[in-house]
């Protein structure tokens, strides 16, 4: 089974341009989280979504958006970047929304670099 | 809330030598404590896992670690290293509650294998 995939896996943008990440979970996985991972730092949460609802939420502006579509694939957008946006963005996918145990698996993640 | 810390930023051993890399946790709640590996330009390989029951927990490549509820610890142990063990290494813990998947990581060790 393929594990979770993101794309693109690197991608430059300039201050003020919007961005649009994209990540397919693990196949039967209905949960995808994002995480943000800043050079040198652990990755931060940023969003879960179980089911194409949002379930939980980072301390991250409102620049930050997502969604989830029918197949549980997922899209992360950030709007008006800004140079402290450059960072290594992290997609997990797990089975349930519910906290039973499962760790997420992890997909190789996006580097974004704002210019 | 929930949070890690990873105690040492960096951690430099021998090939051959015990590796030692400490982990403590503060929750409110019964943790659920994960081992994450990160190698260059990868995303999170999970290593192992302590959900509940048995409080020494195996995971993969040798590495264990021992859940202590009374020091609020999660050590990550490898009895030798080995050259391909020189990575970034990050503990986490789970959110226990509807949100899911939100794990709050701490800042990461990296680990420096010398020959």
């Known amino acids: 089974d393929a594990g979770v995939t993101q794309s693109p896996t690197h991608l430059i943008k300039t201050r003020g341009q919007q961005v649009t990440l994209r990540c397919s979970p693990i196949?039967?996985?209905?949960?995808v989280s994002w995480y943000q991972q800043v050079l040198g730092q652990g990755p931060q949460f940023i969003f879960q979504?179980?089911?194409?609802?949002?379930?939980g939420r980072g301390n991250f502006p409102d620049r930050f958006s997502a969604r989830q579509f029918p197949n549980y694939s997922s899209e992360l957008n950030v709007n008006a970047l800004l140079l402290g946006d450059s960072a290594l963005y992290l997609c997990?996918?797990?089975?349930?929304?519910?906290?039973?145990?499962?760790?997420?698996?992890f997909g190789q993640g996006t580097r974004l670099t704002v210019v | 809330a929930q949070s890690v810390t990873q105690l040492g930023s960096h951690v430099s051993v021998s090939e051959g030598a015990l590796v030692l890399l400490r982990c403590n946790y503060s929750?409110?709640?019964?943790?659920?404590l994960f081992w994450y590996v990160q190698y260059p330009n990868q995303g999170l390989q999970l290593l192992l896992k302590?959900?509940?029951?048995?409080?020494l927990v195996k995971g993969i490549n040798g590495f264990e670690a021992e859940f202590k509820k009374s020091e609020t610890s999660f050590h990550l142990t490898k009895p030798s290293a080995h050259m391909s063990d020189a990575a970034e290494y990050f503990c986490?813990?789970?959110?226990?509650?509807?949100?899911?998947?939100?794990?709050?990581f701490g800042g990461g060790t990296r680990l420096m294998v010398k020959p």
């Open positions: 196949s039967g996985h209905k949960s």
């Open positions: 979504y179980y089911e194409k609802e949002e379930r």
């Open positions: 929750s409110s709640v019964p943790p659920y």
């Open positions: 986490a813990v789970r959110r226990f509650n509807n949100a899911g998947n939100m794990l709050t």
């Open positions: 302590y959900t509940t029951g048995a409080t």
């Open positions: 997990a996918s797990s089975l349930e929304g519910v906290a039973k145990g499962g760790p997420p698996g």
